[in-house]
Nanobody, 122 residues
Framework: QAQLVESGGGSVQAGGSLTLSCWAS????????MGWFRQAPGREREFVAA????????NYGNSVKGRFTVSIGSAQSTIDLHMNSLRPDDTAVYYC???????????????WGQGTQVTVSS
């Protein structure tokens, strides 16, 4: 099973930006794509973004489209999540995942990181 390590969480004011990074120790042939989910207190876990292993395809949750960008990181087996125009309702624990992004755009997570807290104040 892959080990996933997230970094970059923290606190920011509304309208600000943060970048999260994630490193994966390994990715299976059947689950090579990486992504992000988030969970706010009292709410269900929500898909945020995913990217294929080669960076060719991405997909985003409706609530973050146009504000967040997922990209292949500069280091091997890493991805970054660039979050702009942050809002208080973006406050959540953000989880890095490995899994598979299928042709329909649906993402199927397999392994999860421990999560990193993002807090956006108004």
């Amino acid at each position: 099973q892959a080990q996933l390590v997230e970094s970059g969480g923290g606190s920011v004011q509304a309208g600000g930006s943060l970048t999260l990074s994630c490193w994966a120790s390994r990715r299976a042939f059947t689950a090579p794509d990486m992504g992000w989910f988030r969970q706010a207190p009292g709410r269900e876990r929500e898909f945020v973004a995913a990217i294929t292993w080669n960076g060719a395809n991405t997909n985003y949750g409706n609530s973050v489209k146009g504000r967040f960008t997922v990209s292949i990181g500069s280091a091997q087996s890493t991805i970054d999540l660039h979050m702009n125009s942050l809002r208080p309702d973006d406050t959540a624990v953000y989880y890095c995942v490995v899994g598979r992004l299928d042709k329909s755009g649906a993402y199927h997570p397999v392994s999860w990181g421990q999560g990193t807290q993002v807090t956006v104040s108004s």
